[in-house]
C-alpha cells in the first residue's frame, strides 16, 4: 500500500510540475497545502530505505543494493565480501534492562560500527538485532581483519548499564569461492555466523 502511495503520489507531482497546469486560479491556500504536500513526500522519499531507530539502511534497501553490487562486482571481476552481524545474548539485555535499552545499545552499536566502516562500504539493520555489513573490492582474508576490527571496535565500545562489554559475532563470506549470487554469500555467511556462535561467541568465522 505505502509503495503504491508512493508512485501515485509522484505522478500527481509529475503532472503538477506542467507549466500549462501550473498557470491556475485556485486559491492560495490550495497552493500552500500542494507545496507542504509535496515536501512532506519529498521528505518521505529521502527517508525511504532507512532504519528509523538506528539510521544505518534497512533490509529493503538491501534487497536492491546487494544484487546490484554483486552484478557490478561480477562484470568488474572485484570482489566482495558480507559480514552478518549478530549480537550476542541480545534477548538478555532486553528482559533484564528493558527495550528502551535495548534500543540505545542497537543505536550505540551502529555508531560504533560505522566509525570502522571504511568508505564504500554498506551497513544495512537485517533483522531486530543483526545487521549486514556490503565489502565491494575487499577480499576474504582482508575482510576477515576487517570483521576483527569490527568485532573489537563493539566489545571495546558498546556497554550494558551494568557495565558489561556488548559483544558480537560475525559470519563472512566472499565473492567468487563463496557464490556470485547475493543469495550464496548470505546463505554461506549464515552458516558460518552459527559456527561462531557455536565456538562461544564473540568471534569472526570465515572459511
Same mark, same amino acid.
Given at each position: 500500500?505505502? $509503495?503504491? @502511495?508512493?508512485i501515485?503520489? %509522484?505522478? @500527481?507531482?509529475?503532472?503538477?510540475?506542467?507549466?500549462?497546469?501550473?498557470?491556475?486560479?485556485?486559491?492560495?491556500?490550495?497552493?500552500?497545502?500542494?507545496?507542504?504536500?509535496?515536501?512532506? @513526500?519529498?521528505?518521505?522519499? $529521502?527517508?525511504?530505505?532507512?532504519?528509523?531507530?538506528?539510521?544505518?539502511?534497512?533490509?529493503?534497501?538491501?534487497d536492491?543494493?546487494?544484487?546490484?553490487?554483486?552484478?557490478?562486482?561480477?562484470?568488474s571481476?572485484?570482489a566482495?565480501?558480507?559480514?552478518?552481524?549478530?549480537?550476542?545474548?541480545?534477548?538478555?539485555?532486553?528482559?533484564?534492562? &528493558?527495550?528502551?535499552?535495548?534500543?540505545?545499545?542497537?543505536?550505540?552499536?551502529v555508531?560504533?560500527?560505522?566509525?570502522?566502516?571504511?568508505?564504500?562500504?554498506?551497513?544495512?539493520?537485517? &533483522? %531486530?538485532?543483526?545487521f549486514?555489513?556490503?565489502?565491494?573490492?575487499?577480499?576474504?582474508?582482508?575482510?576477515?581483519?576487517?570483521?576483527?576490527?569490527?568485532?573489537?571496535?563493539?566489545?571495546? &565500545?558498546?556497554?550494558?548499564?551494568?557495565?558489561?562489554?556488548?559483544?558480537?559475532?560475525?559470519?563472512?563470506?566472499?565473492?567468487?569461492?563463496?557464490?556470485?549470487?547475493?543469495?550464496?554469500?548470505? $546463505?554461506?555467511?549464515?552458516?558460518?555466523? @552459527?559456527?561462531?556462535?557455536?565456538? &562461544?561467541?564473540?568471534?569472526?568465522? %570465515?572459511?
Amino acid at each position: 500500500m505505502e $509503495s503504491f @502511495y508512493a508512485i501515485a503520489i %509522484g505522478l @500527481y507531482l509529475n503532472v503538477s510540475r506542467h507549466p500549462f497546469l501550473a498557470m491556475s486560479d485556485r486559491p492560495l491556500g490550495d497552493i500552500f497545502n500542494d507545496l507542504t504536500f509535496r515536501e512532506r @513526500y519529498e521528505d518521505l522519499l $529521502s527517508r525511504s530505505g532507512q532504519d528509523t531507530l538506528t539510521g544505518c539502511l534497512d533490509r529493503s534497501r538491501f534487497d536492491i543494493e546487494g544484487p546490484q553490487m554483486l552484478r557490478a562486482a561480477v562484470a568488474s571481476k572485484a570482489a566482495v565480501s558480507l559480514l552478518i552481524i549478530d549480537v550476542d545474548h541480545f534477548k538478555g539485555v532486553n528482559d533484564r534492562f &528493558g527495550h528502551q535499552e535495548g534500543d540505545r545499545i542497537l543505536q550505540k552499536l551502529v555508531e560504533v560500527m560505522k566509525a570502522r566502516l571504511r568508505q564504500g562500504d554498506r551497513l544495512f539493520r537485517y &533483522g %531486530g538485532e543483526e545487521f549486514v555489513v556490503l565489502c565491494p573490492g575487499l577480499s576474504h582474508a582482508d575482510a576477515l581483519r576487517h570483521a576483527e576490527t569490527i568485532r573489537l571496535a563493539v566489545s571495546a &565500545g558498546v556497554f550494558t548499564p551494568d557495565g558489561k562489554a556488548v559483544t558480537v559475532s560475525i559470519g563472512l563470506s566472499s565473492t567468487p569461492d563463496d557464490g556470485v549470487a547475493i543469495a550464496h554469500l548470505l $546463505s554461506e555467511a549464515d552458516l558460518r555466523l @552459527y559456527s561462531a556462535k557455536a565456538r &562461544g561467541r564473540d568471534c569472526v568465522v %570465515g572459511r
